[in-house]
């Protein structure tokens, strides 16, 4: 992984020249992001324009970029194309009926996400277990290598049987690709060597200027960004300042059927553009050894993308790749998001025909040098002095990652690390077991007692043989959840039963309250001290805020 970035004062130029860098790495993942969603690029990049600067503005994260990303595109290529088909089944069809339909779930989208922010939901970013975060960081820094990849190719018009009009990849080859690959060495020498020279110019975007220059200069023909846009079936980047869409009023179905149709989409890209963007601030937080606000970056992401839908562009989140070059060119404060977004706004206003020459070389340099930033090494060395449940979850999270998407991944991650953490805190109950002098026999319970460790505690009492007055002492064990509770009421019941004398000794004061409510026979099981532990119950912290004096039984 990178290396740890020291916080330092910001640099309002060091977060410009950041911006101007990253806008222009932005612009082929945004174009792809508008290929994989069959909409034109100028939307994309309209979205990413106004969502990377709301969240710049208002986000939790300094430095983190956000922008639309292939992530949240492939949730909405289904959607699209059926919402194509219902616009043809109106009583007046209306033509692209697709893109109404994403725009409205890009606004629902949004909703969630502020929801998600003013119900304090991104402070769970913080269950994360650091094996998921490195898995995260190594699946999606191959992710975004195989993107790159995909860039060794140019696209030609084929047709169907049927007549219908595609297109399809073909590998470049010969000097053809001899070049590109020469551009892309000489982009990645360039970002590599000069801050050896010097730091106090920027080297991604001297990179691309000098491969940018000796492609212009040189007359050499290669694939640029505008030949990039072309071939996929755009018009090129020139383009007008976004606008509120009045077609979007006009057009849409405005009833519960189109509510029903658009909400499962916008949830799901809600949920993935909260974890990428969460995920994103959490690594920016490692790198510079600084803290983000998770539930002020969801509202900016949410406020973001209500905008983005508002004005016709489409949804997006943090993106990693981006952030990684903003972080490594300098950019440590919102300035360089501020910057990244308009410099993206110019390039659509005014200077789209220089920016259109820009090669893909240049581009696919800056990205691969990104993905060796970013990639992290050190878990090979780390992988067999870690726990192997540990290095498990780091390896399912990668492979996760690159077969189906970040959400999945982090979730598989998350619950396996949850369970495996489960299961090893409830192998760790212990009960020591001693007799009194009177003949009474005390178990002294040891380790977490909750729903997994359940099942070990109630093996630990012979109810049957034990003799006819029993302590049972929690001092060294800590009740977890309302199954302990419900266990500890269980065995009590059993004691009795059996026409036994049973005390309960050290539990917390929640923990006794709760037992009180649940049966008047606690009143003479309970043993009350003044040394009773005083934490809380884990599942209701704030359940009983009172001392136990003040309630009344």
Request: hydrophobic share 50%.
């Amino acid at each position: 992984m990178m290396k740890y970035i020291k916080s330092k004062t910001l640099n309002i130029k060091d977060d410009t020249f950041a911006g101007i860098t990253v806008s222009l790495a932005m612009i082929p993942e945004v174009v792809a992001f508008a290929f994989v969603a069959q909409i034109d690029p100028l939307v994309a990049l309209s979205g990413a324009f106004i969502i990377g600067l709301i969240t710049a503005v208002f986000g939790g994260r300094p430095g983190l970029i956000s922008g639309a990303a292939g992530a949240v595109a492939v949730i909405f290529v289904t959607m699209i194309s059926q919402g194509h088909e219902r616009g043809m089944l109106l009583d007046v069809p209306i033509d692209n009926m697709g893109y109404y339909y994403l725009l409205a779930a890009v606004i629902l989208m949004g909703c969630f996400q502020v929801g998600a922010g003013l119900l304090k939901l991104g402070r769970f970013v913080r269950l994360i277990p650091h094996s998921v975060m490195m898995g995260f960081v190594n699946g999606l820094a191959i992710v975004i290598f195989i993107a790159q990849v995909k860039m060794f190719s140019h696209k030609e018009v084929a047709f169907s049987a049927e007549g219908v009009k595609s297109y399809v990849n073909i590998a470049m080859s010969g000097s053809e690709l001899y070049l590109m690959l020469g551009l892309v060495a000489l982009t990645m020498a360039v970002v590599w060597l000069l801050p050896k020279l010097t730091k106090k110019i920027p080297a991604a975007l001297t990179a691309i200027l000098v491969t940018t220059g000796i492609v212009i200069f040189g007359g050499l023909e290669v694939s640029t960004v505008g030949s990039y846009i072309i071939e996929g079936g755009g018009k090129g980047l020139s383009g007008e300042f976004p606008t509120p869409n009045v077609e979007l009023w006009q057009n849409l179905p405005i009833n519960l059927d189109t509510l029903l149709f658009i909400l499962p989409y916008a949830f799901l890209a809600a949920s993935v553009g909260l974890i990428e963007s969460l995920m994103t601030m959490n690594l920016v937080d490692e790198l510079t050894e600084s803290r983000g606000n998770g539930n002020r970056e969801c509202v900016a992401q949410g406020a973001g993308n209500i905008v983005s839908g508002l004005f016709g562009g489409t949804g997006g989140c943090g993106m990693i790749g981006q952030t990684v070059i903003n972080i490594n060119a300098g950019g440590r404060g919102r300035v360089s998001g501020i910057v990244m977004s308009l410099t993206l706004l110019t390039f659509i206003l005014f200077t789209d025909k220089y920016i259109e020459q820009v090669p893909i070389a240049a581009l696919i340099g800056v990205m691969f040098m990104m993905v060796i930033e970013t990639f992290a090494w050190s878990s090979f060395r780390i992988l067999r002095k870690i726990p192997v449940s540990d290095a498990f979850v780091l390896i399912i999270v990668s492979v996760v990652t690159v077969l189906f998407d970040l959400a999945i991944a982090v979730f598989v991650g998350v619950i396996i690390s949850a369970l495996v953490f489960a299961w090893e805190n409830a192998k760790k109950i212990r009960a020591r077991k001693r007799f009194k002098e009177d003949g009474t026999k005390v178990y002294e319970i040891w380790g977490p007692l909750f729903f997994g460790s359940i099942a070990a505690f109630n093996e630990k009492f012979d109810i049957k043989n034990d003799p006819q007055h029993v302590e049972i002492d929690f001092v060294e064990s800590r009740i977890s959840d309302h199954s302990a509770i419900e266990a500890i009421f269980a065995l009590v019941e059993k004691y009795q039963a059996q026409g036994k004398t049973i005390k309960l000794k050290h539990l917390s004061e929640d923990c006794k309250v709760l037992l009180y409510k649940s049966s008047p026979v606690f009143k003479g099981v309970i043993e009350e001290a003044i040394d009773d532990p005083r934490y809380h119950l884990a599942a209701n912290p704030e359940e009983f805020p009172k001392p136990l004096s003040e309630y009344k039984f």
